[in-house]
Each structure stands twice: as structure tokens, then as C-alpha cells.
């Protein structure tokens, strides 16, 4: 059989350095003990993964999409916080909604409009007694 070349490889994946990346990928995965889609032929994993991208036989999209969940550190699942459920079923049930904690901000801000209302207050009853 004709050795691989990177020049057969780039026909199929244009950028070095994604071949080289999606052929590693490739390399772990065989050696993690996938199916291989061509015979060996007494050819190390990084060899075979580069005759399975030069050949095709491989879909490299998926090859892609491996490489970036390799590459997350964090899956993010999406769901409602706790919060926010209790909130939910509070208004299914028909129930008041639950007191939500203030945040130290607004707990401030609470406080200095009460401690202004107060201020306009004595104000007003001053220039009334003067």
C-alpha cells in the first residue's frame, strides 16, 4: 500500500493544524478501542487515523464535534433555578408567590428611601411649628 502523505490529507481537511487535531482525536479514539473503518495493515493509530481521513471513511463532523467535548471543561444544562421553580409552582397552585430574600443592594436601597421618607417628614413638620 502507498504510505500517507499530508498532501492526501488536505484534500479532505484544508487547515494543518485542524488535521493534525482531528487526527489526534481520531488516534485516541482508536486507541480507546473503536472500530477501525480500514484494515491496519501493521500501521501505528496516528497512521491509520490519517488514512481514514485521507480515504473518507470517517465522517469528520462528528470527528469535530468529539473534539470539542473532549475539550469542555463545563457542560452547561439548562435549568430553572430553585427560585424561580418555587415562584412557578406557587402561581400554578394559585398561591400568593413566596417572599423572595432582597439582595444587600436592595435591602439598602430600602432602606435609605424609608430613612428620606423619614427626613421629608420631620421637614414638613418643622416649617409647620415655625
Known amino acids: 500500500m502507498a504510505r500517507i502523505t499530508v498532501e492526501d490529507c488536505l484534500l479532505k481537511v484544508p487547515n494543518r493544524f485542524d488535521l493534525v487535531v482531528l487526527a489526534g482525536q481520531r488516534s485516541r479514539q482508536i486507541s480507546a478501542g473503536e472500530a477501525l473503518t480500514l484494515d491496519r495493515d501493521n500501521d501505528k493509530n496516528p497512521v491509520v487515523a490519517l488514512r481514514e481521513i485521507a480515504e473518507s471513511t470517517i465522517d469528520l463532523d462528528q ?53 428620606e421618607a423619614l427626613a421629608y417628614d420631620a421637614e414638613a413638620s418643622s416649617e409647620k411649628g415655625v
Do not use: T, W, Y
Open 63 to 115: 470527528l469535530q464535534e468529539a473534539v470539542v467535548r473532549g475539550m469542555q471543561k463545563h457542560v452547561e444544562v439548562d435549568e430553572p433555578e430553585e427560585d424561580d421553580m418555587n415562584l412557578l409552582m406557587s402561581r400554578e397552585a394559585g398561591n400568593e408567590p413566596p417572599k423572595v430574600p432582597l439582595s444587600i443592594k436592595d435591602q439598602v436601597a430600602e432602606e435609605i428611601a424609608a430613612l
